[in-house]
């Protein structure tokens, strides 16, 4: 095999299919078949949702490995490695052994077209069943039904909430949106159903896919204390429960929707089990908070406007002592406007990054919108280490710097803020 590196491996996974996106299950399926990882023997707890998958997998691995189950799981994107991707028992995969996985692929496919999605599921999966893991957590990485994890059937399906995203391939409505996303539900499963308003068509598809369905405030519910929780279902509750480890009143929601799905895999999952997956658990960049080069940086992911009104909540509860200063970038597919019209009121400063990647909307276009809505000067950068030394630079300690759009903007400021050794 000419490829050594792992670089030099998803170079050509990006190459090897013009499609970054090609939704369907046949190309995939067929791999997984000849792979003999099609069953695996393990139990599937599969996340979908347009906001919050990333947190609830999160949730989910670590109230598991602290409940003592061998545990895997599968997200995208990444923000720093690619090996964020696939983790066991918590800890990131070997570069050599993602390798390996990539190896036995390349040989399975043959002529089939495997996309760079695909390439890490299966990769996934081989290395969950490499390391006899009891149970796997799939984050669905484009709507559900014809995501690549949806090849495996989940023991449990969460869909989280459902929002306007990547309509161009989902639908352009909340209802047409649902219907993807539902297609993880299987019948006489658990299908888990955190958003509280769900579009009718999401309970459509559950009730027709033949899932056991637990819907929030309906079939569970949480009571909110000054520095605990509690969470009612199935007749029992658990009662002073620790905050998640994750800022946000949001990640109560996808909390309860992991608790859930941790207790039906039939162990006997204690308060105290549970209290150690919530206050051990870690992910970044969700309204993630710090200090670096003297400047007070918050990093979040959010990227469509159900997501973006989360960071503003955030933002309009703890007001900084002084100016707010934006450094974001988006993908060509989000509804840059609502965005801007959802932050105006709390940046006074706005600075737009040019990011890598081929889906990433135009510096002029974003810089465009944000002259029509908002006032004041738009500053343009091309890299994140420049943006970021003149940010810091023009800024001043008591500042606040919000960093969001996408995983690519707040990737490349990670990278640039770890390159200021800070």
Same mark, same amino acid.
């Given at each position: 095999?000419? +490829? ?10 990006? =190459?090897? +299919? ?22 695996? !023997? ?35 994107? /990444? ?31 043959? !002529?089939?077209?495997?996309? +760079? ?23 669905? =990485? ?34 047409? %949106? ?43 519910? %949480?009571?909110? /204390? ?11 509750? +658990? ?63 959010? /990227? ?41 009121? /709390? ?53 606040? %710097? ?21």
């Amino acid at each position: 095999m000419p +490829y050594k590196t792992l670089d030099e491996w998803l170079d050509y996974q990006l =190459g090897l +299919y013009v499609e970054e996106i090609d939704l369907g299950l046949e190309r995939v399926k067929e791999v997984a078949l000849r792979l003999d990882i099609l069953n695996p !023997d393990l139990k599937i707890i599969t996340v979908g949702g347009t906001n919050g998958k990333g947190s609830t997998v999160a949730l989910v691995e670590s109230i598991l490995c602290n409940a003592g189950f061998t545990t895997g799981t599968f997200t995208s994107p /990444h923000l720093l490695r690619y090996t964020e991707r696939i983790k066991l028992n918590n800890a990131e995969i070997s570069i050599s052994e993602v390798i390996a996985h990539f190896e036995l692929i390349e040989k399975a496919r043959g !002529d089939i077209k495997v996309t +760079y999605f695909e390439f890490a599921a299966l990769a996934a999966m081989l290395a969950f069943i490499n390391h006899k893991i009891q149970v796997a957590v799939l984050e669905v =990485g484009l709507g559900g039904r014809l995501d690549a994890t949806n090849i495996w059937d989940a023991d449990v399906a969460i869909v989280t909430n459902i929002g306007l995203d990547h309509q161009k391939w989902l639908g352009h409505t909340k209802e047409q %949106i649902a219907v993807e996303k539902a297609g993880i539900f299987r019948k006489d499963k658990l299908a888990i159903i955190g958003d509280s308003d769900p579009p009718v068509t999401l309970l459509q598809q559950a009730a027709s896919s033949g899932a056991y369905t637990k819907l929030s405030g309906r079939n569970f519910d %949480i009571k909110r /204390h000054k520095e605990s929780w509690d969470l009612s279902f199935n007749n029992k509750t +658990y009662k002073n429960l620790k905050l998640p480890n994750i800022t946000g009143e949001v990640q109560l929601i996808n909390a309860a929707c992991a608790i859930l799905a941790v207790s039906s895999l039939g162990e006997n999952i204690s308060t105290e089990q549970i209290n150690a997956g919530l206050s051990n658990v870690k992910i970044q960049a969700r309204l993630q908070t710090f200090k670096a080069a003297d400047r007070n940086w918050l990093l979040d992911v959010a /990227h469509n406007p159900e997501s973006v009104k989360v960071l503003a909540y955030y933002l309009a509860q703890n007001p900084g002592k002084g100016t707010t200063i934006a450094l974001f970038a988006m993908l060509e597919d989000k509804d840059i406007d609502e965005v801007i019209k959802i932050m105006q009121s /709390h940046i006074d400063i706005w600075c737009v990054l040019n990011i890598a990647s081929g889906r990433a909307m135009s510096t002029s276009k974003i810089s465009e919108s944000l002259s029509a809505i908002v006032s004041g000067k738009v500053t343009v950068y091309n890299d994140a280490n420049i943006a970021v030394a003149s940010i810091v630079e023009f800024s001043k300690a008591k500042d606040r %710097i919000v960093v969001f759009g996408s995983f690519y903007t707040v990737g490349a400021v990670m990278n640039a803020l770890r390159g200021l050794n800070v």
